[in-house]
């Protein structure tokens, strides 16, 4: 069976989620399966092409290609709020855009649910995101590299947030908090992949030229599993999501999360992680040692169940059901 992966990963859409989590899968069924995997080839007869993303250029390619066409649902219309410009425009598209799809992956029960909703008829099936716990582990090397590179102090507490700098994502709450604690180095990585059509766009890039000297922002890193070595606290405060692929990654490193309260969170991590919904909760939470060291001691192990090995398998059988009479 030939699988063509698709996703619009080209010039800053690299750094997004879905690319991320592409790429992850393609590699892992490309060395641990009999299927010939193929990247955004150009080929038109591949027996299922597997999209995580569906802008023009996917559109283009849905169009020439042939075989079964599946779609791993990252984006959602819920997420696109405080996100991007457009929003009703854009939200709008996402019920027609699904059924040009013959099969959609949904990744966690809020995505499942929302998809669902918008498309009954729709064939549907529940496969969450995995991390790769081979590259995702606790490195004290890249630990010292990150903080070499960034001139941060041994002793000083580093609390980090990997996510595009949006207001969905919490950014205003960052730059709030960070304000509270001067005396602790708050490091968010990622930048505006979307540009000018990303949500507040020109009051975001007003108030990061005017954060404190304890702010850091790195747009993009080489190598990210650097940032989450660096790290003493792992902090999204992201208000919806359909997965939260950065929590999987922060754990598989061995870092305690504080994360808002919200639902998608609670289904997917439990108790493996501290809740917040405010930032006074927030506040007194990164500053909680015991309860930090708590959770952090049992982070790694939960990543478990979502190591990308047991992620591809579960794709490569859905594959198979697809086109097999």
């Not at 507040?200 to 108030?207: L, T, V």
């Not at 061995?254 to 108790?271: N, T």
């Not at 909680?288 to 579960?314: C, E, M, W």
């Amino acid at each position: 069976m030939r699988v063509n992966f698709y996703v619009e990963d080209q010039l800053f859409f690299k750094y997004i989620g879905s690319a991320t989590v592409a790429k992850s899968l393609y590699r892992q069924i490309a060395v641990s399966s009999d299927i010939d995997a193929t990247w955004k080839s150009y080929s038109r007869t591949a027996d299922i092409v597997h999209y995580h993303s569906f802008g023009p250029i996917a559109a283009v390619n849905r169009r020439i290609s042939t075989g079964c066409k599946v779609l791993t649902a990252h984006s959602t219309p819920r997420i696109n709020h405080g996100n991007i410009a457009f929003v009703k425009v854009i939200n709008k598209q996402y019920p027609k855009v699904y059924r040009k799809y013959d099969h959609i992956i949904t990744i966690s029960k809020s995505c499942h649910e929302e998809v669902t909703s918008m498309v009954p008829e729709m064939p549907v099936t529940y496969i969450p995101n995995g991390v790769n716990r081979d590259i995702f582990r606790k490195d004290d090397r890249k630990r010292a590299a990150f903080r070499e590179e960034f001139g941060i102090e041994d002793d000083t507490e580093v609390v980090l947030t990997v996510a595009q700098q949006t207001p969905r994502k919490g950014l205003y709450d960052f730059f709030a908090l960070a304000k509270q604690f001067p005396e602790k180095k708050w490091v968010w990585v990622g930048g505006l992949p979307y540009g000018f059509l990303s949500k507040d766009y020109r009051k975001i890039r007003f108030m990061r030229d005017r954060c404190g000297k304890n702010v850091i922002l790195t747009r993009h890193i080489k190598d990210v599993v650097n940032a989450y070595n660096g790290a003493d606290v792992f902090f999204m405060p992201s208000y919806a999501e359909t997965f939260g692929l950065v929590i999987l990654e922060a754990l598989a490193c061995g870092l305690p999360v504080v994360a808002r309260d919200i639902p998608e969170f609670h289904d997917i991590f439990g108790d493996k992680i501290l809740y917040f919904a405010n930032n006074g909760k927030a506040a007194t939470l990164i500053n909680d040692r015991p309860a930090l060291q708590r959770i952090a001691a049992g982070s790694r192990d939960y990543t478990r169940s979502f190591d990308i090995r047991n992620v591809a398998k579960q794709h490569v059988e859905l594959y198979y059901s697809l086109v097999e009479p």
